[in-house]
């Protein structure tokens, strides 16, 4: 598939899995050799579960889901395909997040310690609240076939713009974790005399904002969007159903909801609108 | 001016406003009544400068700075005014940082205490640093007359995402320091019994989430874009030499930059270079 700028693309993408697959060995090293390892018994053991699960699926893993509909190899897969594998990706980093956090609840209480009371864990349950909520949502009205085109159109821009507001905000949740960790913690070396894992720990937070600066450079730029539907129906014959539906975007993005609506029974309109609503996604798409 | 979903945009315009403001007298009430208040003589009072400037300027008129070019009522206003309204506001902030970080330096030579340990130490610094580069840079590429098309074409977008960046990051920064602050303070009463100072930092740290959140929105919704130049100069006839420089800059993206660097001594090719790099500016506002 022909994509301006594939080699930076390429570039920036193998940046950004790189970054990401070092975030998640840097959160590996820190709690299995700087602190007491991974275990499931109430123990440190078990809270350290947490910031492995976090960044391997709330930040690496949904930043794959977020640029995955910019690989220029998948432009030849259908759509609803590629909004399978978004999906599925928001799934896997959606269950490992609620399993970070019960490890951490369940560590709290065998310590008969205080919960939500740091700005890190209000911030971050409503993340996991809201990640849920966007993903039920999404699933409802994109991946599931009887939404109509108007609220699609309508639903879209929120949804890119939530999804990328998350990713940021746990971003921000996951270096709000690290500083309380570090702060808080009483035992020796302190993080006032520069001790290796502070070192360590402060390069792991970089990693993840760099991580996310790239992801988000990738998924703005607008000449590496997945093509319309309209013009990879050129390639592929057997998508030629895609063809003709920019018009009844616009128009119920106009406005003019009822007819969208009145073809709601028909099983070819909604293969059509499947296949419109794409294109509604693509544009929004910041 | 004409502007689509005109309510909208006054109403989230009017919650920024608000949610920004309100974060900017949290901080204060945080410093004046919570702790020990505002002073210029080394101890803890000089160090609540910090708070105050970083909220006030690196957050509230970043945050302003970013969406000033939004603002329906200054479209009549010509670019150049609007450039230097978005730079001033801009270089406020940074002068507002840069005060903010001599007063915690100040504060902990004064005390003996070791500097740049934390991870919100590392990025805040380097968002200080970053934020004087972006603006002497946007300075003399977008506000001198003297940058070629091509240049100021190609660093748009990076500048534009640069300045969102940055945005995001200084706000992730702010709540590591209020993490910080609330979990390393050794005082009572201590973070975990809900004390009304913890209750009081955490609605501060949602409120900057919010505000972020607002300006965010505002600034990536395609329909608040200020117009193109000319269409704007239908309606003011006196700049008229907006009209058909579109044409030019797609040429200089298309890589033909010969042809604009031969301008560059004309007077006038530079005024209308000014006039016909707005609109690179407004397509690039994602």
């Known amino acids: 598939m022909a994509m301006d700028g594939y080699k930076g693309f390429l570039g920036l993408l193998v940046s950004a899995l790189l970054v990401g697959f070092l975030s998640v060995i840097f959160t590996l090293v820190w709690v299995l050799h700087y602190r007491e390892g991974l275990g499931w018994d109430g123990t440190a053991l078990q809270f350290n579960w947490h910031p492995v699960l976090t960044v391997t699926g709330f930040v690496f893993i949904q930043g794959l889901a977020i640029i995955v509909y910019r690989l220029p190899w998948t432009w030849k897969c259908s759509k609803l395909l590629m909004k399978s594998i978004h999906a599925g990706l928001n799934t896997v980093a959606a269950v490992l997040a609620i399993i970070s956090l019960v490890a951490v609840f369940n560590n709290r209480r065998a310590n008969n310690l205080t919960n939500m009371y740091t700005l890190h864990s209000w911030i971050g349950l409503t993340d996991v609240v809201l990640y849920v909520l966007q993903l039920v949502l999404g699933f409802c009205i994109f991946l599931l076939p009887w939404a109509p085109l108007s609220l699609r159109a ?48 402060n390069t792991l937070g970089l990693l993840i904002v760099l991580y996310g600066a790239l992801i988000f450079w990738i998924v703005t730029r607008p000449q590496w969007k997945r093509p319309k539907e309209a013009d990879s129906s050129l390639l592929q014959s057997n998508r030629g159903a895609a063809e003709g539906m920019e018009g009844a975007i616009t128009m119920s993005l106009g406005g003019n909801t009822d007819k969208s609506d009145a073809e709601l029974n028909s099983e070819a309109a909604a293969r059509k609108r499947n296949l419109g609503l794409d294109e509604a996604g693509q544009r929004s798409t910041m």
């Open 154 to 201: 309508i639903a879209m821009p929120i949804h890119v713009y939530s999804g990328l507001l998350l990713f940021g905000t746990v971003i921000a949740t996951v270096l709000m974790g690290v500083t309380e960790k570090l702060t808080s913690r009483q035992t020796t070396p302190p993080y006032n005399t520069f001790p290796p894992e502070g070192i360590f720990t």
